[in-house]
């Protein structure tokens, strides 16, 4: 409902309107409109606008937009809607689920005191056995070939020596390949 803030201006309208009229109701109805601490401007309460647009219909010498003049809209406050227990408790639940990641993205580089020294130990002890596997991988193929170079080498040493280091490098080169593989894919893994 349109109401305006009831000034002194309106006040006396709506008391020279009902000084003209003489119909009971009419007063009884616009009374309680009149300003009641003729000391300050505006009161509290507003007065609807159907009434101001009755009082000038009921005194035609009043204009309606010579009254309203200095007088403010009043809006009423808007009602504030309250909030379920299930929406509530869904964005309790999206809320702890954003702390958790960025938790998770506040501690991401942080390694923990305990497991840190096990954690770079054994991670160094996989390092060392991985590159002492390739060294004997390497070291058994060169026997092999060797032993077995005598088939193919005819008796020549020279010839059966560059065929067990070409079959070492070999070796190596694949063995060094899934080292490296294996090494990368801890890193990604320590990363998450």
Sequence with gaps: MLKFRKTLKISQAIQDSLDKC???????????????????????????F??????????????????????RIILDKPVQNQKSLRLLEILQECQDIIDKKEYKRM???????????????????????????????????????????????????????LLALFCCWIVGIAEGYFL????????VQEEK
């Design 50 to 71: 159907y009434a101001l647009k009755q009082l000038s219909s009921i005194n035609p010498d009043l204009n309606l937009l010579q009254i309203l003049q200095g007088s």
């Design 180 to 187: 490296t593989k294996d090494f990368l894919e801890i890193q």
């Design 107 to 161: 501690t991401k580089g942080l390694k923990r005191d305990v497991d840190t020294k096990f954690t770079d130990v054994r991670f160094t002890i996989g390092q060392l056995s991985g590159i002492l596997n390739v060294l004997l991988s390497m070291a058994a193929v060169f026997t092999v070939v060797m032993y077995f170079g005598d088939q193919v080498a005819m008796g020549n040493t020279s010839l059966k020596v």
């Design 22 to 48: 003489s119909h009971p109701t009419v007063i009884e109805s616009f009374s309680k409109y009149l300003v009641q601490d003729e000391s300050t401007d505006e009161s509290i309460d507003g007065i609807p």
